[in-house]
């Protein structure tokens, strides 16, 4: 056992001269705790390879997973909230904005995006957990209307990735608005004959869920998302009563009848394509 026991004595590294690994490069899996390696996970499109876990992800990773050789056109980037109640908590609403904009380099909490998808023409646009917990703000409805007005125009397919904590608080009344809004606007593009595929990530909860991410031509969700409109525990101390096991899970509510089917993450791009192909001929 020689090559284990150390035969030099006092050997040691200068603090400068010491390697550090780079940020980024490593995550945890939240479900296993086992660590990953961004290149590994990257390649297994955010989803642990040691238990499936789907990691949450935002708007550039979802593009990047969707759209062939990660091309597309970003539509309607430059729109950002104001403050039409000068909302103040623990601070103004305008700083909470700015130092989320600096935070994750997003203008609010939804980006979308015209590309292909296997060859398939789809605009996609796709929520941000990173903003704000993903809260519907006005931002985040005119850019879905816009969006729907665009699919329309082009009679190209429209994906919506719901991944939100429900109505944005600070907006008040003009969030709840956005609910109706963006529901109107579906009925056109349902009108139109244009396809509506909603996708129900993790979470999907509140306003969102009670508006557009249930509207869907097909509602699909990834495995074990959290989706429903309150919480676990808010229902738990609201009914005074356990819950069944796996509550609000995107597998107990698929059993229930709210969603058409789960998607792998892996297989996404598949499916979405083959939906598209199906109704287009």
């Given amino acids: 056992m020689a090559w284990f026991k150390r035969e030099k004595k006092g050997i040691s590294t200068l603090t400068e001269e010491k390697k550090e690994a780079p940020d980024g490069l490593w995550n945890k899996c939240p479900n296993c705790k086992k660590a990953l390696h961004s290149a590994d996970l990257i390649e297994n499109k955010y989803v642990c390879h040691y238990c499936d876990y789907h990691l949450r992800v935002g708007s550039a990773e979802y593009f990047q997973v969707l759209f062939d050789n990660n091309e597309f056109t970003e539509l309607f980037p430059n729109l950002t909230s104001g403050d039409p109640l000068k909302f103040t908590d623990t601070k103004p609403y305008t700083d909470r904005l700015v130092d989320s904009m600096a935070k994750t380099g997003l203008k609010d909490a939804i980006r979308a995006a015209h590309g292909k998808v296997d060859g398939e023409e ?31 125009k082009h009679k190209v397919p429209f994906l919506m990735i719901s991944k939100s904590g429900g109505a944005r608080m600070m907006e008040a009344a003009f969030s709840l608005m956005q609910m109706a809004k963006t529901s109107a606007k579906l ?49 738990k101390e609201t009914i005074k009563k356990d819950l069944p096991k796996g509550f609000q899970t995107s597998e107990f509510v698929q059993e229930h009848g709210f969603l058409d089917f789960i998607v792998d993450r892996r297989a996404m791009k598949s499916k979405i394509a083959a939906f598209l192909k199906m109704m287009r001929n």
């Fill in 122 to 152: 789809l605009v996609v646009a796709c929520m941000d957990f990173n903003f704000i917990g993903g809260s519907m703000g006005s931002v985040v409805g005119e850019k879905i209307a816009r969006s729907i007005d665009y699919s329309i």
């Fill in 187 to 235: 009925a056109l593009l349902s009108q139109a004959k244009v396809p509506y595929i909603s996708l129900l990530t993790d979470p999907t909860t509140g306003g969102v869920t009670a508006s557009y991410a249930m509207l869907g031509d097909i509602n699909i969700a990834e495995p074990g998302a959290l989706i429903g409109f309150a919480g676990p525990r808010v229902i």
